[in-house]
């Protein structure tokens, strides 16, 4: 007898999986409905009973709000670096412009021209240096960016979620999956 209750209970967990892989498959088909229609085309019939049943089991989703966590984690670093190499930017402006009013107010007036024209090239200077620098920090907060895109593709397609692998193809949705 008790065997016959562990299969009806076997049944129904079955029948209850089931149930949810469908609700799933339904959600993400109507979130897929809202993307344009060239997304819409990747994202095959397969491939959405695929993801709804990886997310199943809820693995997925403790995999996802750990990668989310990581993300805004280096988002938050790399906007603080940003910030303070804004910030010492600031105070590099600012002390150039105490620095040449100070020139200035102990410059004879016959040799103010002169200084004038050294001041502005400086200033050129430092101004180019600022932008290269910035430029340099902008460049470094993509790639750190296009790792940790990878770092999660690469993670979910370990974790066996369908659609993903790493790729650096723009063309290709986040979770590089041309389907």
């Keep these: 007898m008790e065997r016959y209750a ?4 076997e049944v129904a967990d079955g029948a209850r999986q089931q149930e949810r892989h469908y609700q ?5 088909q109507s979130l897929v409905k809202e993307l344009p229609s060239s997304f819409q085309q990747r994202l095959s019939y397969t491939t959405l009973s695929d993801l709804a049943l990886a997310l199943l089991d809820g693995t997925v989703f403790e995999i996802v709000q750990g990668l989310l966590e990581i993300q805004h984690l280096t988002e938050k670093s ?3 670096q940003r910030l303070r190499l804004q910030n010492e930017h600031r105070v590099l402006r600012q002390a150039l412009r105490q620095k ?3 020139a200035q107010q102990a410059c004879r007036p016959h040799n103010l021209p002169v200084l004038q024209a050294a ?3 400086e200033l050129e200077a430092v101004e180019h240096r600022i932008r290269e620098e910035q430029r340099a920090m902008d460049r470094k ?5 296009d790792r940790k895109v990878a770092d999660q593709q690469s993670t ?3 974790a066996g979620v369908a ?5 650096t193809n723009p063309q290709l949705p986040a979770g590089g999956s041309p389907c």
């Design 163 to 167: 659609g993903f692998y790493v790729t």
């Design 6 to 9: 562990g299969a009806l209970e």
């Design 141 to 145: 907060i993509v790639l750190e960016l």
């Design 100 to 102: 040449h009013q100070e």
């Design 24 to 28: 799933l498959l339904s959600a993400l």
């Design 78 to 80: 790399l906007y603080n």
């Design 156 to 158: 979910l397609e370990k």
């Design 119 to 121: 001041q502005q090239r």
